[in-house]
């Protein structure tokens, strides 16, 4: 079940604030809109929603600086969105048009920009770990002071090429932060029915990897700890854990019914630990913004979500030689 909410004062401006909340918004109503483009048949293929852990990117995004790399596995809409691509040029991605990040051929899980040091959007359980250990040897190497966030779910924590991964970044004190995105239930499985261990960072202690558990619907505490993992980075100390409680309201994709949990069970986290309702609350109660500044604000990312989808869908398709184009031969 996702963490509770911190009731801790926040030490942030107004401004930080509102920014947070544009920013999961977006990430929410892009969602919403991906959905209903999946159900009209626009979207082919898999698409996998991260509705409800707006959070974690939009907190971790909030701590790194110009040049810190990202990568991830496949819910990755929202990394793309926090980041700063372009939210037209994803969603005509996901609908596999010559507009897209990827001219359309890397779809909902293969687009990168290279722009944004956003690095995928990766189909194979657990692969982006060890890529993501590659990107942070390069940032050694170079010494330029660059950090890479390397995302995954508490599914892909149980594949061995995480733990291989976790030794070469220790011996190498390599600059990464291992994200662990621990939304309880990886395709289908409730976390403990899959994993021997409460806590899951835990695992970075046979390797010498501190770490801590985050709750990811509370996007100042997200914040707090990636300062504080990717300070531990830049320090030149190795790489840090940081296991994100969150939750996704949706199925595992599109095609999930989620049947293995109740509706009840999800309703209760939308009440009562909802990450955009939260800062909402916080905005009001401290009179940051009034209702009409937040409905303001909800006008402005509906009108930016509607652009993006009237973008992808008047996007040609990519030509046939595209498919000659970005391989090796």
Known sequence: MAARKTTKKPNVSAEELKTYYREMLLIRRFEEKAGQLYG????GGFCH???GQEAVVVGLEAAAKEGDKRITSYRDHGHMLACGMEPGGVMAELTGRIGGLSKGKGGSMHMFSKEKHFYGGHGIVGAQVPLGAGLAFADKYKENGGVTFTYFGDGAANQGQVYETFNMAALWDLPVVFVIENNQYAMGTAQARS?????????????????????????????EAGEKAVAHCRAGKGPYILEIKTYRYRGHSMS??????????????????DPIE????????????????????????????????????ESPEPSLDELWTDIYA
């Open 195 to 223: 994993t021997s261990t409460k806590d899951i960072y835990h695992r970075g202690e046979a390797f010498g990897i501190p770490g801590e558990i985050v709750n990811g619907m509370d996007v100042l505490a997200v914040k």
């Open 40 to 43: 009209m048949g626009l979207i």
């Open 278 to 313: 939260h800062v909402r609350e916080l905005l009001l109660t401290g009179k940051h913004a009034t209702e009409d500044d937040l409905k303001a604000i909800d006008k402005e990312i509906k009108e930016i979500v509607n652009q993006a989808a009237e973008f992808s869908k």
């Open 256 to 273: 999930d019914p989620a049947k293995y949990r109740t509706r009840e069970e999800v309703q209760k986290v939308r009440e009562q630990s």
């Open 49 to 51: 929603l991260y509705i």
